[in-house]
């Protein structure tokens, strides 16, 4: 008997991807026939989401069985990711919980491997085979926390990534989603990272695929660099690392101030501002895997060549 999920889904504003995906993705709930439900969460403060969404796929044509149940979720105007994730695992109807980019393609039969691989108490999310997603995995490199190229052959991750994953909802109310990671990404990688400090998987499932629509190119910004900094120090609890670490920092601080690198410097200020708040997030006790043993082997060819 399959067991039913729910799919929590933070739509954007342009809605020409998103319908495509939910195209897509209610053809194959409904081929699965177990009752899910697609949750859309909606943060604009209106009910211009639930009428499209009633618009564009109204029951009971969309759902002709009756086989799985498409329901928006109205919240506060300008809710924060992680707040908006929180409130939509609290209302997800079902025991595993589908974390969905708006313009992810699934693939065919794509819940079925994932569902099956959650089956093993060690494994924390469970990843389709994402095409067109560069992933990248943590390293260390030159005392600094860096992103490399991932290997997409590998059957463990790094990285959790946003685009697409299947946890358990129960897992996910424990652990929650830290408010110091305003952003889907750098929110998703701390989710993971706290599961494999305590010795838990994140598996790519060869089996499950899905694919993204093409993004807009991303510039990094000021917001990307203060989340990679307090990711770094939130989960850093080695103390010769922390030395590399101090010691690059402040080289780079200088260089910045010296080359009037302004980018470099808000971002460090940003970061600084969120201490208090860093404090009381960063774990209390010992974890059972500490930092470095979580960091991308291909980090460590990395930092020879550099």
């Known amino acids: 008997m399959r067991q039913p999920v729910t799919i929590l889904v933070q739509p954007p504003a342009e809605r020409a991807g998103l319908e495509a995906s939910l195209a897509a993705l209610l053809g194959e709930l409904e081929w699965r026939a177990a009752g899910d439900e697609l949750l859309l969460l909606d943060t604009s403060g209106t009910r211009e989401l639930a009428d499209w969404a009633a618009q564009r796929f109204p029951p009971p044509e969309t759902f002709e069985h009756a086989s799985c149940e498409l329901r928006t979720l109205p919240l506060a105007r300008g809710l924060s990711p992680g707040a908006a994730l929180r409130a939509g695992v609290s ?20 819940l079925e491997p994932l569902c099956a691989a959650l089956a093993d108490p060690r494994v924390f999310a469970a990843v389709p085979c994402l095409a067109g997603v560069a992933a990248c995995e943590p390293a260390w490199v030159n005392g600094e926390l860096a992103l490399v190229p991932g290997d997409p052959a590998a059957n463990e991750l790094g990285f959790l990534p946003c685009e697409g994953a299947l946890l358990r909802r129960e897992d996910l109310a424990a652990r929650g989603f830290d408010a110091l990671f305003p952003c889907a990404e750098w929110l998703a990688r701390d989710l993971g990272w706290r599961a494999r400090r305590d010795g838990r998987a994140l598996v790519r499932v060869a089996a499950s695929t ?97």
């Open 210 to 306: 899905a694919e993204l629509a093409p993004q807009p190119a991303r510039v990094a910004s000021a917001a990307d660099e203060r989340a990679r900094l307090l990711f770094t120090w939130k989960h850093l609890d080695e103390e010769p690392l922390w030395r590399e670490h101090l010691a690059a920092l402040l080289a780079r601080t200088l260089r910045a101030t010296e080359t009037d690198a302004r980018a470099e410097l808000v971002a460090l200020a940003l970061a600084l501002e969120e201490l208090p708040a860093l404090a009381r997030s960063r774990p209390a006790g010992s974890s059972r895997v500490r930092f470095g043993a979580l960091l991308s082997r291909a980090g460590e060819s990395h930092q020879r060549e550099a």
């Open 91 to 110: 209302e997800a109807t079902h025991a595993q919980v589908f974390l969905m980019h708006p313009c992810l393609r699934v693939g065919a039969g794509f």
